[in-house]
Each structure stands twice: as structure tokens, then as C-alpha cells.
């Protein structure tokens, strides 16, 4: 899987239900937190756990979050559908990456791939033979070196595990998709393992009146459903884990400023672009999410920086094909929960947080935390040290795709707005400042294992937002001009090569996932 870290989910294991066993979970919410959330835990859990799921059709979803970073592949290795056969039921494409338009200058065009740049050569990353160069006069993009970038240049795509014997990773990709038939697609998948689905809008939710645990929902039928572990993936609403159990929310908005979007669908134009675009305006950055047949757009935004009006023209008047929905305004609060579990309530999606859009990470955390929660699948005893560590390697995976997110907007060089002198100057965290310190002197860049984004990751957005090191490692300094020059020949020609042979991503998608008549 590229380079991106793997998040475990499956395996063959089955939760084992002896003892003191939940014998009940209760899902609250039927979007794609709430579908994924059913869908693998009957999955992993057999015909040994029940499930019930409740959802509003009158509430709905929020309907957006259609981007998705490669860990979402293991959605069909778990639920066993072929890559193909889910992409062909969702109207998905395939995205290798996110190109970034006006970050750091106006003018300015980088992506941010999900696979590896260049080539390791001895005891240096590739990005130090790259800095060396640039010290030498060589001056050459650090897309050339990365397959996912030469091969969105081209509006290429194909499978590629590794170039050959040349040490060259293959093609990091994740999907494109139509949230609202994911969520389809997920409930068929949960309904055929048995989950049961209520339809009902719950008024009211019953405490043990002495642990404090939650009992039942009660539905405006007057109905009571009951059960031993909650899943609250009821939306920003967190109606169990916010409302009923008062669990707080920690406010970003100082770091990641935007609370606003505006959504709206478009027409599909070709080509078909294996790439998620995010455009950055005055007051925020706008979203191109191709699916087979439309584009899903979006404006995020601070509303306290521009107008819902102003918002809309600009969307409007950037899209690319003719609107086919009208334009929706939705509002957030960029944060995360104190606690992602709390007595015998796990929440999940935007019920536990919400950090913006810029990465796809959304889905991602809904997927780690069903991860997590099925590695610490309690027992009726609800043991402490367990929800402890699940709430701790939760707030870490959210602060440091926190502080992923707030580098492209610290980073930048604009002065043409009062958002842009905001972000430039806000307070960052000093885990990002210290990162940005480390790899502004001589690039160098270490992460914790459990962090979500690569190494290379970071190298991309540093340079793409135009942080580059001030020098190079010490042992790149040995390297001569000429050794430098066909090192970083060889490394393109070999990527550019195969991406010359690979199809049009819409001719692959035309192959092997062109989308299905819907029923
Ligand atoms: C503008 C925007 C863009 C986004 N883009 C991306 C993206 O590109 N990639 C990504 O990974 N994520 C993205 N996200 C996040 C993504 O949309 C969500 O993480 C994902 O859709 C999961 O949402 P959810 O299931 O938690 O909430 P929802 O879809 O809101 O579902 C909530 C469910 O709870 C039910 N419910 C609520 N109250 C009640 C009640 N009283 N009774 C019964 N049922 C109730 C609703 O009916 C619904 O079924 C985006 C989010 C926003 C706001």
C-alpha cells in the first residue's frame, strides 16, 4: 500500500463473545461513519453480536465527503467486495493525490501525491540529492520524481506495484466517491449480515441513573432501543456522546479558521482527472472532486472573513461544468472531542470532531477509529485502561493530521487578504513548529510511527508551500554536479517511461469500473 502507514482493521479474527459479552450495539446515524461502522463490526463480529442501526431519513446526512486517502482500500479487502465492483456501484474514480492552487503565492500549482518522491541513494533521502542540486544551479521541479505527479500530469492510471527491479515504488492511489451511494452500498453490505435497520428520529436518551451509562434512545414513535455499547455516529448534532453524556468539545478555530462551506454538483468535463484539486481563494479554498459522471465542488470558508454571498459567486464562477444541484451552506466548528469514548459510548465520524476537508482525512478517522475500537472491543465490564488508551491514540492521531492541515495554511507567502495575514501569523502548535524548524535547517524530518502522514508527505507540502531548507545533509555535499544531474535523469526517465505506457484514466475506468445502471 504505497507509502502510506496501513491501519489495521481485519483479519479473520472474530470478537469473542464468551463471558461477560456485549451482546448488543446500537449504532446511531446512517451516514458513512454510521454504515462503515455497521458494515465491519458485523463483519468482524459474525451473527454473535447484534447490531441496530437508527437514522432519520427526514434529518438525512450531510452528503458531502466523496475524497478519500488510500487507507480506504482496505474497505474492500474487509468487506470483502473487489476494488472494482465497489467502484462501479459508488461512481468512483481514482485519485493519486491533491493538487494545490494558490497556496503559497497566487499563481503557485503543486501536488501532494500519495506515493513516494525519488529514490533513496545510499544513506540519503531523495530529497537531499534534490537540495544538493538546487545548491549546484540544477533547478528541477520535485514532482519530476514522483510516479503520482508525472502520472496526474498526464491524467494517467493504472495498478503499478513497483517499477521493475529499480527500487521505485509503484502508484500510491484512494477513490473518488458519491457519498450518499457509499452509504447505500454499505447498508446493503450491514442489512445482508444481518443489521438491523429503525427508522426514527430519537428524541430523548436514557441514563443509568447511578454509572451514567447510556440505556436506551427513544424514537418520536415513543420506542425505546436499547443495548450495551452505543456507537454515536449521529453527525455534528453528537447527540450521544455531546448532548447526553456533556462530553466538550476543544475549539481550532484559531489554527484551522475556516467554519463554512458552500456545496454544489456540476456537470463532468473531460479529461477525467485522477486528482482531488483544492484552489485557494481570499478567504479559504475550493474542492474539484471528479466522479465518473459530475464533479462534486465545494467553497470552504471563514465566515468571518467573507460573505455566504461572496462565497457562492466565487464557487459558482470557478466551476467547470453547468451546476446540477443547487449550491448548499454548510457550517462547522474545526475541533475534536475530549473524549472519543465515554462510559459505554464511542463516537465516531462528525459526531467526535471536525478538522475541515483540505486532506480527505474525515473518512480515514472514521475507518481507524472502527480499527481501534474492534482491537479494544470491551467486554460489560467497560474496563478504564482500555478506553484510556483508545481516547489517547485517538487525540493523537487527530493532532497530528491537525497540525498537517494548518502547515498549508501557516505556510504561505500571502498578504493579499485578512484571512491570508491571519493564517501567516496565527499561533501554529509547537509540535508543527518544531517540525518546520528541523527540516527549514537542513531537511531533515522524523514522525511517530502511529502518525498518519508519510514522510513524504510532508516533503511535498513543504516545498509545495515553498519551506525549503536553508542547506542540505553533510554527506550530500560530497556529491559533484555531474553525479547529481544524471542521478535525478535516471530517476525521471524510469518514472516517466512507465507512465507513458499506462492508459487514460478515463479509458481504465471505461475497462474495468464504469458505473453501473443504478437502481
Ligand atoms: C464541507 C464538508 C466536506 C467534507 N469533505 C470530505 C472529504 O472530502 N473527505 C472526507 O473523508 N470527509 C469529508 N467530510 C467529512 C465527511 O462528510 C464525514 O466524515 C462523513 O460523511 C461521515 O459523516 P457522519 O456519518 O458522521 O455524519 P452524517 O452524514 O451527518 O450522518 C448523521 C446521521 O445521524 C442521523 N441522525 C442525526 N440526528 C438524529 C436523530 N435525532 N435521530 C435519528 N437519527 C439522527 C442522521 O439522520 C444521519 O443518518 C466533509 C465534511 C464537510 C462538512
Redesign the pocket.
Known amino acids: 500500500m504505497a507509502t502510506f502507514k496501513g491501519v489495521r482493521i481485519f483479519g479473520k479474527a472474530v470478537i469473542s463473545m464468551q463471558g461477560k459479552q456485549i451482546s448488543k450495539v446500537v449504532v446511531?446515524?446512517?451516514?458513512?461513519?454510521?454504515w462503515m461502522a455497521a458494515a465491519l463490526l458485523s463483519r468482524v463480529a459474525g451473527h454473535g453480536l447484534e447490531i441496530e442501526l437508527?437514522?432519520?431519513?427526514e434529518?438525512?446526512?450531510?452528503?458531502?465527503?466523496?475524497?478519500?486517502i488510500p487507507q480506504i482500500r482496505f474497505i474492500c479487502d474487509a468487506l470483502q467486495i473487489p476494488e472494482a465492483e465497489f467502484l462501479s456501484r459508488i461512481n468512483g474514480t481514482y485519485k493519486v493525490g491533491i493538487e494545490f492552487v494558490n497556496w503559497a503565492r497566487i499563481g503557485d500549482r503543486y501536488i501532494h501525491t500519495f506515493g513516494d518522491v525519488g529514490r533513496r541513494l545510499g544513506v540519503l533521502d531523495f530529497h537531499q540529492v534534490w537540495l544538493r542540486a538546487r545548491e549546484l544551479g540544477i533547478d528541477r521541479d520535485i514532482a519530476e520524481f514522483s510516479f503520482g505527479a508525472l502520472a496526474a500530469r498526464d491524467n494517467k492510471f493504472d495498478h503499478v506495484d513497483q517499477i521493475g527491479n529499480t527500487g521505485l515504488l509503484g502508484l500510491g492511489y484512494a477513490f473518488h466517491f458519491d457519498?450518499t451511494l457509499v452509504a447505500k452500498l454499505l447498508r446493503e453490505i450491514s442489512e445482508a449480515r444481518g443489521v438491523k435497520r429503525t427508522e426514527?428520529?430519537?428524541?430523548d436518551v436514557h441514563l443509568d441513573s447511578e454509572s451514567g451509562f447510556i440505556e436506551s434512545v427513544e424514537l418520536e414513535s415513543g420506542d425505546k432501543v436499547a443495548g450495551d455499547l452505543f456507537v454515536d455516529?449521529?453527525?455534528?448534532?453528537s447527540?450521544l456522546l455531546g448532548d447526553a453524556l456533556g462530553v466538550d468539545y476543544i475549539d481550532w478555530s484559531d489554527m484551522l479558521p475556516a467554519n463554512s462551506?458552500i456545496?454544489v454538483q456540476c456537470e463532468g468535463v473531460d479529461p477525467l482527472l485522477p486528482y482531488t484539486r483544492a484552489t485557494a481563494h481570499s478567504a479559504g479554498w475550493q474542492?474539484r472532486?471528479p466522479l465518473q459522471n459530475r464533479i462534486g465542488n465545494?467553497h470552504?470558508f471563514s465566515n468571518q472573513y467573507m460573505s455566504d454571498d461572496e462565497a457562492q459567486n466565487i464557487l459558482m464562477s470557478n466551476l467547470d461544468g453547468k451546476p446540477v444541484t443547487e449550491p448548499r451552506v454548510?457550517r462547522?466548528t474545526t475541533g475534536k472531542r475530549e473524549k472519543f469514548w465515554h462510559k459505554n459510548c464511542v463516537g465516531?465520524?462528525?459526531?467526535i470532531g471536525?478538522m475541515?476537508?483540505l486532506e480527505?482525512?474525515?473518512?480515514?478517522?472514521?475507518q481507524s477509529g472502527i480499527g481501534r475500537l474492534i482491537d479494544l472491543f470491551p467486554t460489560s465490564e467497560f474496563t478504564a485502561v482500555d478506553i484510556d488508551e483508545y481516547n489517547r491514540r485517538t487525540h493523537f492521531e487527530f493532532d497530528s493530521i491537525r497540525d498537517f492541515l494548518i502547515l498549508h495554511y501557516n505556510a504561505t507567502e500571502r498578504d493579499d487578504s485578512d484571512f491570508w495575514n491571519y493564517c501567516r501569523t496565527m499561533k501554529i502548535p509547537d509540535t508543527l513548529q518544531h517540525k518546520m524548524d528541523l527540516w527549514g535547517a537542513h531537511g531533515r524530518f522524523y514522525r511517530n510511527e502511529d502518525e498518519l502522514f508519510t514522510h513524504a508527505s510532508w516533503i511535498q507540502v513543504f516545498i509545495g508551500q515553498r519551506i525549503i531548507p536553508g542547506d542540505c545533509h553533510g554527506i550530500a555535499k560530497v556529491l559533484g554536479k555531474d553525479d547529481v544531474d544524471d542521478y535525478l535523469k535516471q530517476v525521471n526517465s524510469m518514472l516517466q517511461q512507465t507512465v507513458d505506457k499506462m492508459p487514460a484514466h478515463r479509458d481504465f475506468i471505461d475497462k474495468t469500473c464504469a458505473m453501473r445502471a443504478m437502481d
Open positions: 446511531v446515524g446512517g451516514g458513512t461513519a454510521g437508527v437514522e432519520s431519513e434529518i438525512g446526512t450531510v452528503g458531502v465527503g466523496e475524497a478519500t457519498a426514527g428520529k430519537i428524541r455516529c449521529s453527525g455534528f448534532r447527540l462551506a456545496a474542492w472532486i465545494g470552504v454548510l462547522f465516531l465520524g462528525l459526531a471536525f475541515e476537508p480527505s482525512t474525515s473518512i480515514h478517522l472514521v
